[in-house]
T-cell receptor, first 108, second 114 residues
């Protein structure tokens, strides 16, 4: 079946450092979605990428969708303490499959 | 306010005692689904529904039942809960008839089965 692998599982950074999480699919995806879950909260939609090679930015966050539509990344520039949480990718191929998530902690 | 609500938010129960977790959305969404979240495993889909009276199994349906009699409600039923169903459960809805669009998640239900 379809698998979406996300790495790393954990990432600890100092405030101001950059952060990247990667998502890889075993199949070509229709689209990929990214979600953020604050500690104790629920997943909240961040963005959706549809086109091959697409790049989207939201302030300090940059999202990329690979040319083959099998991988994606989320990059945060100059992390802040408000960035803490778990970041999930979710790949759509017939159905939506979530990655395992990357737990980000930011030390002030 | 557009939202997905779940009840209860926390539940501690014993093995074999039937329970229902309710889920309701006020956005007139067609697509609704249930996920469980376990450490290191991410979000795994239990069941989903593309519309009223249409439900289908997700990746981990064993031990769960659902129904979709009304568009706004999608309850999750555990007929005979077991300790391996201890988890954090999320209901989600989406405006399209599939999971193509943004998923709106409820606040979660933390279930402990003793």
């Amino acid at each position: 079946g379809q698998q979406v692998m996300q790495i790393p599982q954990y990432q600890h950074v100092q405030e101001g450092e950059d952060f990247t999480t990667y998502c890889n699919s075993s199949t070509t995806l229709s689209n990929i979605q990214w979600y953020k879950q604050r500690p104790g909260g629920h997943p909240v939609f961040l963005i959706q990428l549809v086109k091959s090679g697409e790049v989207k930015k939201q302030k300090r966050l940059t999202f990329q969708f690979g040319e083959a539509k099998k991988n994606s990344s989320l990059h945060i520039t100059a992390t802040q303490t408000t960035d803490v949480g778990t970041y999930f990718c979710a790949g759509l191929y017939g159905k939506l499959t979530f990655g395992q998530g990357t737990i980000l902690t930011v030390h002030p | 306010e557009a939202q997905v609500t779940q009840n209860p938010r926390y539940l501690i129960t014993v093995t074999g005692k039937k329970l229902t977790v309710t889920c309701s959305q006020n956005m007139n969404h067609e697509y609704m689904s249930w996920y469980r979240q376990d450490p290191g495993l991410g979000l795994r889909q239990i069941y989903y529904s593309m519309n009223v009276e249409v439900t289908d199994k997700g990746d981990v349906p064993e031990g769960y039942k659902v129904s979709r009699k009304e568009k706004r409600n999608f309850p999750l039923i555990l007929e005979s809960p077991s300790p391996n169903q201890t988890s954090l459960y999320f209901c989600a809805s989406s405006s399209s008839g599939s999971s193509y669009n943004e998923q709106f998640f409820g606040p979660g239900t933390r279930l402990t089965v003793l």
